[in-house]
Every structure is written in structure tokens, then in C-alpha cells.
């Protein structure tokens, strides 16, 4: 017989069976959950498994009774009346879990954008709230109330001042987002979502990350806005001190999700529900230190408590957004180095990265890796892809949120065009061009695989042939290594117009 191992929680019970998980929940009435009674508890078993078949159907098997014998016998599916219920799940290994992988700083930028494409999966499908039970303000409402209430209860370890300070700034924060988050729920943009989607809800199993534990315990957690689900997993990354894993997942999602202008226009709101996501963490951290036996076990939460905090505040402090293009022929490195400052650009967790490659397969409703007919690049084509190109830029600075434009921008028109939109919308620009000699780019794109470019050695030697005219751009040689480019150009843009927008 295998050895059960047993996982308490403030909430559940779960049994480590071989290779199955059985989930108790607890008999407790909480502000946020009633599992008071046994149909109570199995209502929320076969809750539980419906949120969660959505995202993980191999994962999560069925609601099981625990029913009694005449004899007082315990048993699975046996005869008598059942006394309780219990969600029966698959086990995993507990190094595929992403906070684990965190941890132990093995959490690919591959991994995460997997989870990224998962979480735009499951926000396509889910259902869209249309009543007043959730969405608009009212789909944050009551948690903020919730912070006003709970946090001045902890004054003596987060500061009077500084609750005082960031209950203000919230407010003034909220108010000022109200009309976008009322605009978002009439668009469709609030939907049952998963509503706990932090690092420890998310494993790899069958080989692909998997979201599971979603919030079945109060219909308030999961009908949100499909952004707010997400800035649980963005805050939880910038806790923990990656802030370019965070910049890669909101890229990934805003490139790949149901609506790039929908999302990149909401971004505004983005602040908020991180900062949201991280004081309902910090008040939740200093509950649990309150709950347990000694002061040396409530240290590491006081600890986390006063991380989450910091973090809530710091995510509120306005930070301007900025324009950075990057050009250049083919494998002159643009998306590396986009990739590498656009963390350290405007708000947290970074800024949006549009590149057009990832726009023309978009537009073509194919998948990023997908290699697109040599029509694909004809000049209407390259019209329409650099068109949404600009249209994602505009909804992204609209926004307040920084942006890296990732393109050619091989004629003047266009290097003219992407200039003059930030001087009109009042954003501080900066063009960089990357070159590098003929050999080296024709090297690199010969070399990538995997990519959203289709470029290959003859697309560069046609580039270079046709000329891109005068470039005004600061040019940067980066016949070099990615790191020695990318701090470089950091250091161009800490100099230059865009320097107050930086965050590193």
C-alpha cells in the first residue's frame, strides 16, 4: 500500500497518494468562504473541477464521496451516506511546480511564455460576465474596501504613514481608472477567470505548463478582468525578483491574446491591479504570521508581508512612458536587445515590445514559428503589417505604458512616421540603428530557428543592396555580443530623452 502523505492548508486537507492527490476541505466559515456543511463542501468540489477541467483536464479527475459503512466504515464510493467529499487529482512531481523552478532559478523564459499562451487560452474561452455581480469597478470594489479595512491593522509593522500614504494613492489611482474599467466590462474584457494565478498554481504536466487551483471558493475572485487575473503572475514574478520573466509574459499575452488593442489599451489600469494583487498578498501574509504557535515562525511572513507592501507602493508611483525604436537590417540583433532593455522601461513590469514580425504572423493567423509565403512580404503587406504595427504603439503609449518598437525600419518614411507619432502624442523618443558587416548578420540569420522572422542570409543581402538611405537615427555597432550591445544602448537611452522613464 502506498504511503499517504498529508499537506495542510488554512483552507484544505490534501492526501499524496502514489500517483493521485485527494483534496478535503476543511469544515471552516471564513469571510470570503462558507464550507460550513457537507453539501456546502461538495458544491464546491464539483465547483472546483469544472473551473479547473478548463486548464487542466488530465490533471484533475472527478469529485469522489466519502461515505460511511453501517459498520463506520470510511470508503470512496461505498454504500451508506456519504459525510464529506473530496476532489480527486493526478500527482505531479514537485520540481514542475513554477514557484519551485523559481526557487531553484531554473524558470525558463521559455516556461513562462508556455504559461503566457495559457493563460490567453483559457481568457478566450471564458465565459463573459454580464451582470452587476462582477466587472467594471465593481469587479475590484469590495477588495480595495477589503484594504482600507484590513491594512491599518498592521500599522505597527507596514507604518501609519505609509498605509495612510498608499490608501490615497490607491484611491486617487482607482478613481482615475474608473471610465477604462467600465469600458472593459461593457467591451466584454471581465470573464470567469481563473482569479489565483500566481507561480504556485502553475506546473508543467504532460509535458506543458499547466494552470490549476483556480479560485472557486467566491465567485467575487474569479469574475474579473482578464488583466487582473494576469497581474497576479506578473506581481508574483517582480516579488521574486523577475522582472524579465514578467516582461516576457505581458509581451507574449499582448501579442497572442484574443485582442492585442484591447489589452495593450487597458494597460493603464495595469498599475492598479498589480499593486492590487500585491497588498492583498502582503495583508494575507500577515494573517498567517497571526496564525501561527511562535514569533520565530511568523518571522519569514512578516518578512514576505513587508516585500509585498514595498511593492504596492512602488508599483503606484508614476512613471512616464517612452517611445524606444530599434532598426536595422536582419539579424542585427533588434529583438534581443528589445528584449534585454524593455524591462527597465516605464511602468513595472516593463514595456510593451511590438515587433513586427510577430504583428505580420498575426495577421496572417499564424503562429509565431510558422513560415509565412515569400506574398507574405509583398509591399501591400508590408504596408498593412507596419499599420498595425503603429496602431499597437499608439494603444500601448495611450496607455502610459513604455514601448519598444522592434522593426526594419527600413525607408525614411517609416523611421519618419514612427518619430513623428511620439512628438505629437508628447513622448519622449529615441531611435537607435544596429548595424553590424554583411557576414555577421548573414551568419546569425542563417542560425535562427524557432523564430518569428523568416529572414535568411539572401533577405539580408537584398537589404543591404537596396540601401536604407539616411538614418538619423544614434547608430550602435553590434557586431558584438547581446550583453555588450543591449548595455550599450541602456546606456544611450539613460543619457538621452528617455532617461526619467527608465526603472533600472
Known amino acids: 500500500m502506498s504511503r499517504v502523505e498529508r499537506v495542510d492548508t488554512h483552507i484544505s486537507m490534501l492526501f499524496l497518494a502514489?500517483?493521485?492527490?485527494?483534496?478535503?476541505?476543511?469544515?471552516?466559515?471564513?469571510?470570503?468562504?462558507?464550507?460550513?456543511t457537507p453539501d456546502k463542501r461538495r458544491s464546491y468540489?464539483?465547483?472546483?473541477?469544472?473551473?479547473?477541467?478548463?486548464?487542466?483536464?488530465?490533471?484533475?479527475?472527478?469529485?469522489?464521496?466519502i461515505n460511511r459503512d453501517a459498520g463506520g466504515q470510511l470508503t470512496f464510493d461505498g454504500p451508506g451516506s456519504a459525510v464529506d467529499w473530496v476532489v480527486e487529482m493526478v500527482r505531479f512531481e514537485a520540481e514542475g511546480?513554477?514557484?519551485?523552478?523559481?526557487?531553484?532559478?531554473?524558470?525558463?523564459?521559455?516556461?513562462?511564455?508556455?504559461?503566457?499562451?495559457?493563460?490567453?487560452?483559457?481568457?478566450?474561452?471564458?465565459?463573459v460576465v454580464v451582470d452587476e455581480r462582477g466587472g467594471g469597478e465593481a469587479g475590484i470594489a469590495p477588495t480595495i474596501d477589503q484594504l482600507r479595512d484590513g491594512l491599518p491593522r498592521h500599522r505597527d509593522v507596514f507604518g501609519a504613514n505609509r498605509i495612510s500614504e498608499y490608501l490615497q494613492t490607491l484611491d486617487r489611482v482607482y478613481q482615475a481608472q474608473l471610465r477604462c474599467l467600465a469600458r472593459?466590462?461593457?467591451?466584454?474584457?471581465?470573464?470567469?477567470?481563473?482569479?489565483?494565478?500566481?507561480?504556485?498554481?502553475?506546473?508543467?504536466?504532460?509535458?506543458?505548463?499547466?494552470?490549476?487551483?483556480?479560485?472557486?471558493?467566491?465567485?467575487?475572485?474569479?469574475?474579473?478582468?482578464?488583466?487582473?487575473?494576469?497581474?497576479?503572475l506578473l506581481m508574483d514574478l517582480e516579488v521574486r525578483g523577475l522582472r524579465g520573466h514578467a516582461n516576457t509574459v505581458l509581451n507574449r499575452y499582448a501579442a497572442w491574446c484574443e485582442n492585442p488593442h484591447a489589452t495593450l489599451a487597458g494597460l493603464c489600469a495595469m498599475p492598479l491591479f498589480q499593486s492590487l494583487r500585491a497588498a492583498i498578498r502582503a495583508e494575507v501574509s500577515m494573517l498567517t504570521a497571526g496564525s501561527?504557535?511562535?514569533?520565530?515562525?511568523?518571522?519569514?511572513?512578516?518578512?514576505?508581508?513587508?516585500?509585498?507592501?514595498?511593492?504596492?507602493?512602488n508599483i503606484l508611483k508614476p512613471r512616464p512612458a517612452a517611445l524606444v525604436a530599434i532598426g536595422g537590417a536582419s539579424g542585427s540583433g533588434k529583438t534581443s536587445v528589445a528584449r534585454a532593455i524593455a524591462p527597465g522601461l516605464g511602468a513595472v513590469p516593463g514595456a510593451v515590445i511590438v515587433r513586427s514580425d510577430e504583428v505580420r504572423k498575426a495577421l496572417f493567423g499564424v503562429s509565431d514559428t510558422d513560415l509565412l509565403p515569400?506574398?507574405?512580404?509583398?509591399?501591400?503587406?508590408?504596408?498593412?503589417?507596419?499599420?498595425?504595427?503603429?496602431?499597437?504603439?499608439?494603444?500601448?503609449?495611450?496607455?502610459?505604458?513604455?514601448c519598444v518598437v522592434d522593426a526594419v525600419h527600413g525607408s525614411a518614411d517609416e523611421r519618419d512616421e514612427i518619430e513623428a507619432m511620439a512628438r505629437h502624442m508628447g513622448i519622449p523618443f529615441k531611435g537607435i540603428w544596429l548595424e553590424a558587416p554583411e557576414a555577421i548578420l548573414c551568419g546569425?540569420?542563417?542560425?535562427?530557428?524557432?523564430?518569428?522572422?523568416?529572414?535568411?542570409?539572401?533577405?539580408?543581402?537584398?537589404?543591404?543592396?537596396?540601401?536604407?538611405?539616411?538614418?538619423?537615427?544614434?547608430?550602435?555597432?553590434?557586431?558584438?555580443?547581446?550583453?555588450?550591445?543591449?548595455?550599450?544602448?541602456?546606456?544611450?537611452?539613460?543619457?538621452?530623452?528617455?532617461?526619467?522613464?527608465?526603472?533600472l
Open 292 to 313: 501561527v504557535a511562535t514569533t520565530e515562525a511568523a518571522g519569514p511572513h512578516i518578512t514576505n508581508a513587508c516585500r509585498y507592501f514595498d511593492l504596492a507602493l
Open 97 to 127: 511546480l513554477f514557484a519551485n523552478q523559481a526557487d531553484a532559478g531554473t524558470l525558463t523564459l521559455d516556461l513562462v511564455r508556455g504559461a503566457a499562451d495559457e493563460i490567453a487560452a483559457l481568457h478566450r474561452v471564458a465565459e
Open 374 to 402: 515569400e506574398a507574405a512580404y509583398a509591399e501591400e503587406w508590408n504596408r498593412r503589417t507596419y499599420m498595425e504595427v503603429t496602431a499597437r504603439v499608439k494603444h500601448t503609449l495611450a496607455a502610459g505604458h513604455g
Open 45 to 65: 468540489c464539483e465547483r472546483e473541477f469544472a473551473l479547473n477541467r478548463r486548464t487542466a483536464p488530465d490533471l484533475y479527475l472527478g469529485v469522489r464521496p
Open 18 to 36: 502514489g500517483d493521485r492527490v485527494f483534496k478535503l476541505k476543511r469544515a471552516v466559515v471564513l469571510d470570503f468562504l462558507d464550507y460550513g
Open 184 to 232: 472593459r466590462f461593457g467591451a466584454g474584457w471581465v470573464r470567469v477567470c481563473h482569479g489565483d494565478l500566481h507561480l504556485n498554481n502553475i506546473c508543467m504536466f504532460n509535458g506543458r505548463p499547466t494552470l490549476f487551483d483556480a479560485a472557486e471558493s467566491n465567485e467575487r475572485f474569479v469574475r474579473i478582468d482578464v488583466l487582473y487575473d494576469l497581474a497576479f
Open 444 to 503: 546569425r540569420t542563417e542560425r535562427r530557428v524557432g523564430d518569428a522572422s523568416d529572414a535568411g542570409p539572401a533577405v539580408v543581402t537584398r537589404q543591404l543592396q537596396r540601401g536604407f538611405g539616411r538614418v538619423e537615427w544614434t547608430h550602435v555597432d553590434a557586431s558584438g555580443g547581446i550583453a555588450d550591445v543591449s548595455e550599450t544602448v541602456r546606456n544611450i537611452l539613460a543619457a538621452g530623452p528617455v532617461q526619467g522613464s527608465l526603472t
